[in-house]
């Protein structure tokens, strides 16, 4: 029998009491991985000032370490003494946090984040997030706490203590259960690094409303290119599941991932409608949970309607894209 190390412990998952908190927050201090909920996907999180509990992240994860990890800080104070915070980033986060909005700074000089969590880049991916219980956890652990979506590299990022459950049981000590995640996708990612800033992930808070703090984002010249942000790499949200983008109907063996009040009218099973009003930010919320349902299926694809290109559609879009994106 081969022998998995990781996969013979046993993985809790414990409603977000306060005592289940503390706890949480005590294997974080001894360097142990913990899984807790945000507004916008779960997080996997290690002391970001811990050298090998950075390195067990992406153990766990199985994840390329060449791929930088998001630090989350209680509060912008925090933030600011361990990147250099401009002009800019006040502004946004001002507006935005605590919130879906990762800022790329650079590090300030003697921070005492892991150079693991970014990679070797002389930048950091820092966000305060807007989760009680995630808040909560930053606050008592008294640390950063970095922490990739808690999933399995490549697959679609969990919004539920299940999803988790289903992707690292075995691989993670403790699942803080906070219920559905309010946003659903991840936070969007802006490099500030540089004189002009780019959008290097569309996500939680839609572009228009960052443009209208600091002006225009450009967007990242090329993603084959010398990778800004080297976790957009195409297929990074694939299900099992092919997807066929801009469908109207399923064909014969597919279900349909529809959006909108003109869906077909299907038996149950056969379609999950992301917002049956058309509302962009509810079919945020639920793209997670209904890929994941929807690729337990045994389809031989998912159709996915078109969803437009506004507000958090580009993050939609852009996650489906991905999806639709079969791995090398
Ligand atoms: O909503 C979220 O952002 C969630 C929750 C848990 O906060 N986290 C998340 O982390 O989605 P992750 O690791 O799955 O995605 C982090 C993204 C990746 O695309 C990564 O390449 C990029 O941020 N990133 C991290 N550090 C970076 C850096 N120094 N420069 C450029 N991109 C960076
Ligand atoms: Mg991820």
Not at 58 to 70: G, M, S, T, V
Not at 181 to 210: K, M
Not at 232 to 244: D, E, S
């Amino acid at each position: 029998m081969p022998r998995f190390p990781m996969s013979d412990r046993v993985t809790q998952i414990h409603p977000a009491t306060d005592q289940a908190v503390a706890e949480a927050a005590a294997v974080i201090g001894a360097g142990g991985l913990v899984a807790f909920p945000t507004e916008t996907v779960y997080g996997l999180g290690a002391d970001a000032t811990n050298d090998s509990a950075v390195a067990a992240v992406f153990a766990a994860k199985d994840r390329p370490d060449f791929n930088p990890l998001i630090v989350h800080f209680a509060d912008t104070q925090a933030v600011a003494r361990t990147v250099i915070f401009d002009q800019r980033a006040h502004a946004l986060a001002r507006a935005f946090w605590p919130g879906a909005l990762t800022l790329v700074l650079p590090r300030s000089p003697d921070n005492p984040i892991s150079l693991l969590t970014s990679s070797g880049l002389d930048t950091l991916a820092v966000r305060v997030p807007d989760h009680p219980v995630g808040r909560a956890l930053l606050e008592i652990a008294g640390c950063p706490i970095a922490a990739p979506s808690a999933n399995r590299s490549g697959t679609v990022s969990p919004t539920t203590a299940g999803h988790v459950a289903a992707s690292l049981g075995g691989r993670v000590a403790l699942i803080l259960d906070g219920g559905p995640c309010r946003v659903g996708i991840e936070s969007t990612v802006i490099d500030l690094s540089a004189a002009e800033p780019v959008l290097l992930r569309s996500g939680g808070i839609a572009a228009e409303a960052i443009e209208a703090e600091i002006g225009p984002l450009a967007q990242p010249e090329s993603e084959a290119g010398p990778a800004r942000s080297p976790g957009m790499i195409g297929c990074h949200y694939a299900p099992r599941t092919p997807l066929r983008l801009d469908a109207r109907n399923p064909r014969l063996g597919e279900v349909l991932l529809a959006f909108g009040p003109d869906a077909p009218t299907l038996a149950p099973g056969e379609v999950l409608n992301l917002s049956a009003t058309g509302d962009v930010d509810e079919a945020a919320a639920n793209l997670f949970a209904m890929m994941h349902v929807l690729d337990a299926a045994s389809a031989t694809a998912i159709a996915v309607m078109a969803v437009p290109e506004i507000g958090l559609g580009r993050a939609i879009n852009d996650r489906l894209r991905r999806a639709a994106t079969a791995p090398d």
